[in-house]
Nanobody
Framework: QVQLVESGGGLVQAGGSLRLSCAFS????????MGWFRQAPGKEREFVAA????????QYAHSVAGRFTISTGNAKNTVYLEMNSLKPEDTAVYYC???????????????WGQGTQVTVSS
């Protein structure tokens, strides 16, 4: 059974940093793309960042470019999202996902985690 489990969320003040982790098991994702999405209350799920498993290609939403960094772990079963200079508008539930192509479209991703809450206070 494929599982993606996010961790690292929490409450942080504006300007602070958090590092999210996504550990997955049940299969290998060496041919997949790993992505991070977020969903704030009353809003649709939106793309944050994605990375090919080789790490050669990354994509970021305009709203997080220059502040967030997506990376894969040496253990090959973890993907990270380093979030710096956090803003109150970054408050959301953050999800990791695995999909076949590098895209910001959530519908393309096949596997999803349960999410981790990130709250940024002003």
């Amino acid at each position: 059974q494929v599982q993606l489990v996010e961790s690292g969320g929490g409450l942080v003040q504006a300007g602070g940093s958090l590092r999210l982790s996504c550990a997955f098991s049940g299969r290998t994702f060496s041919n997949h793309v790993m992505g991070w999405f977020r969903q704030a209350p009353g809003k649709e799920r939106e793309f944050v960042a994605a990375i090919t498993w080789t790490g050669n290609n990354r994509q970021y939403a305009h709203s997080v470019a220059g502040r967030f960094t997506i990376s894969t772990g040496n253990a090959k079963n973890t993907v990270y999202l380093e979030m710096n200079s956090l803003k109150p508008e970054d408050t959301a539930v953050y999800y990791c996902a695995a999909g076949p192509v590098l895209t910001g479209a959530p519908s393309v991703y096949d596997y999803w985690g349960q999410g981790t809450q990130v709250t940024v206070s002003s």
